[in-house]
């Protein structure tokens, strides 16, 4: 399977699983590093900003 078919594959499985239905994109990832990079950030201090479609907030149950 070509390496973009497969990239594609693992896009659409994981989307579902994604608490808002849909993987991250690039440009929202950007956005917050220009953020963090910009002198608006400024009084942003040890902050963890999680940029993962709401995984983060996502509780899984413990593999048995």
Do not use: H, K, N
């Not at 973009?4 to 994109?25: D, K, M």
């Not at 902050?47 to 996502?58: K, N």
Request: proline residues 8%; positive net charge; charged residues 10%.
């Amino acid at each position: 399977m070509p390496v973009a078919a497969w990239f594609r594959c693992g896009r659409i499985a994981a989307s579902p699983r994604q608490p808002t239905g849909r993987l991250v994109t690039a440009a929202e990832v950007a956005g917050v590093i220009a953020y963090l990079a910009s002198p608006t950030s400024g009084a942003t201090t040890g902050m963890s900003l999680a940029v993962d479609g709401g995984m983060a907030c996502l509780r899984l149950p413990a593999r048995a």
